[in-house]
């Protein structure tokens, strides 16, 4: 299920032992009207508990399977969604294990969709944190955690990106329910030399009175003190 300013689509899903679909559906948000697209070109599997993601104007589908995964290796599909295509996409590097029931976020400041959790043909669940790189298509492992870290393995669980980190929630591992809230820490934006001048300048000016430091400096400093980095005004 995605969602656009106009349309909200709704690929593929099924019942366990039952039929299963990769229909591509849309509701128009305007004229809350439904209708069924008409693809082509080389389309996923009939599936559910896949995940999905629009980037630009293409709907990535990654995933899922007709209750369990149908390869060893994660599928990836994506439509062009101004030509209404379909192909699979080829990807490199140390590709994830088949899943379902997995999360699946995009992150535009590293072009990237990245993978985590799940379950595979076994049923069993996965604790491996994936990243794919959308400019060259490159598979590469962020994490690996076991049953023992503070990050359990789960399936069936929400997230989203904020911030530069990504964010899960709740889920299950088979044996318990989760109602917790975790987060892994994608990328970061350091302090600008000046920001951490003007953080380590802040800390010394509580511990002492005296300023040796040239006064058109200590004048730039608390200005990012203030500007900058949110701290209130030092007293005169």
Known sequence: MIITTIHYFFFGGGV???RFSNDLLSLN???????????YGDAPCPRYKHQSCIVSDKL?????????????TMDVYVLCLQKLEWSRVKTTGEAPQGRAAHACEYD???NSIYIWGGFDSSLATLFDFYRLDLNTF????????????????????????FDGSLYSFSGSDGDRRFSDIMSFRLHCNPLKLIQLAAKSYRDVYQQTALNKLPQ????????????????????S
Request: proline content about 5%.
């Open 16 to 18: 366990k032992g039952c």
């Open 29 to 39: 948000l305007k004229s809350n009207r439904w209708e069924k697209i008409d693809t």
């Open 60 to 72: 990535f589908i990654l995933g899922g399977g007709c209750y369990l995964p149908p390869e060893e």
């Open 108 to 110: 535009s400041v590293t």
């Open 138 to 161: 490159h598979w590469s492992v962020q994490a690996h955690f076991t049953a023992h870290t503070i990050w359990p393995g789960r399936s069936f669980l929400s997230s989203c990106v």
């Open 216 to 235: 058109e400096l200590v004048h730039q400093l608390t200005s990012t003190w203030v500007k900058e980095l949110g701290y209130s005004a030092p007293c």
